[in-house]
């Protein structure tokens, strides 16, 4: 028993380290890959099977394209673009918030379904990448959202270990960019030891840019992600 509790003790102390509304960062955030890393490494072949390369699209492609080479570049986001290359990531965002076709992209339907980080600017996730979990190291973050269900999942995976976060999700009336979330559940597995937590926290993203395979959204804190359909 006194293992047990030293190790629940361990594993509360590191999500109080990400900040005690870690969740809230959770709530729209996915992060970039060790995999997507290798597939951007392989080229056009790779960028067609995220559907980056449908005909009559090229425009909005290259840009997509563009995009996923810089958050390599960066790691995800671990490390800070040079002024030039940052400049232009922007810019690139901004163009593709103009080029957006879906009208009320938090209510699409193809808003539904797993999505995979590939690059944040949010600082919590970003440590827990870096660092992982008590020497379990990080493998990816995913989010599973149903929009008809009204459920949003968020999941920080780690070699033996994972850290969720379970809320509901509701298109704004207002606002077709907009959706509000409010954390139902959350708890953290480390081995073979798993802590509920206390679900503290509700808020908002805004979906910048959907099509069937890329999404970027932006958070209450202003926070951005970029993120790829997970197959």
Known sequence: MEGKARVL???LSY?????????LRLGSTL???????????????VLGELGLSAPGRGGTRAL???LLDL????RGGLVALG???QARFDQIVDELRELNAVDRPASDPRL?????CRWTSEKEINFAVEKGLLGEAWRRTVQSIDVAAGT???RIEFEDGLLRVCSTFAPDENDGRRFNFAFESCDVRWRSVTLPLPPVGKGWGEVVYLDDDFRIQQDVRGDLLVATRLE
């Open 83 to 85: 002024a030039e290359e």
């Open 9 to 11: 003790g361990l594993l």
């Open 152 to 154: 949003l999942e968020n």
């Open 15 to 23: 999500v109080v380290l990400l900040k005690t509304l870690f969740p």
């Open 112 to 116: 539904t379904g797993a999505w995979e």
């Open 64 to 66: 997509k394209s563009e």
């Open 31 to 45: 992060l970039l890959t060790p995999q997507m890393q290798r597939l951007l490494s392989g080229g056009g072949s």
């Open 71 to 74: 958050a390599a570049r960066s």
